[in-house]
């Protein structure tokens, strides 16, 4: 069973310019929620989707945005980057919504963004 | 704000100890509790999760809960150099998974 799967792995990107993230979930998973991991702040919670439907948001600015298409499939864009954008984006797969209990998330490899 | 906290460690074993890693939360109505290890360079992968009061063990590993303390710990017997890693404790409340910065394992040979 294929697990999470990110694209890209690596992304140098310069500052001013957007970004697009996408996630494959584990075939079945309906919920895909994204995080920032930066070595300061870890690992911070930016949005979950399910069902195509946003169900909860981070505390992040506008620019950060998100979507999740029929399939599960979800893609996270950035537009603005600054420097401070520069982490590591995790996505995280799961078979319920989060407002589910006992949900289980299943981190992808997550891409390298470095905002110069 | 719901907060997780953790010890960042990093905490040194020897090979063969037991080592106890620990976490507190603040928000009473988390449901549920996960450990996930995390290489450097890697992505968390989840190895304990545990949803009711007292010990659950899955091999060298037991998580232990206990939701009157707000207290979660876990336990790794028979310490390996390759259980070398940052370990993070994440708390699920109502809607949310939040993550605590974690805690850097090192298991000396």
């Known amino acids: 069973k294929a697990g999470v799967t990110q694209t890209p792995r690596y992304l140098i990107k310069t500052r001013g310019q957007q970004v697009t993230l996408s996630c494959s979930p584990i075939s079945g998973h309906r919920s895909v929620s994204w995080y920032q991991q930066t070595p300061g702040q870890g690992l911070q919670f930016l949005f979950e989707?399910?069902?195509?439907?946003?169900?909860n948001k981070g505390n992040f600015p506008g620019r950060f945005s998100g979507r999740q298409f029929s399939n599960s499939r979800s893609e996270m864009n950035v537009s603005t980057l600054e420097l401070g954008d520069s982490a590591l984006y995790l996505c995280?797969?799961?078979?319920?919504?989060?407002?589910?209990?006992?949900?289980?998330?299943?981190f992808g490899q997550g891409t390298r963004l470095t905002v110069v | 704000q719901k907060e997780v906290e953790q010890n960042s460690g990093p905490l040194s074993v020897p090979e063969g100890a037991i080592a106890s890693l620990n976490c507190t939360y603040s928000d009473r109505g988390s449901q549920s509790f996960f450990w996930y290890r995390q290489y450097s360079g890697k992505s968390p992968e989840l190895i304990m999760s545990i949803y009711s009061n007292g010990d659950k063990e899955d091999g060298r590993f037991t998580a232990q809960l206990n939701k009157a303390s707000q207290y979660v710990s876990l336990l790794i017997r028979d310490s390996q150099p390759s259980d070398s890693a940052t370990y993070l404790c994440?708390?699920?409340?109502?809607?949310?998974?939040?993550f605590g910065k974690g805690t850097m394992l090192l298991v000396s040979p």
């Open positions: 995280a797969s799961s078979l319920a919504s989060f407002q589910e209990p006992n949900t289980e998330a299943f």
């Open positions: 994440a708390v699920k409340g109502y809607s949310t998974l939040t």
């Open positions: 989707y399910f069902s195509e439907t946003q169900r």
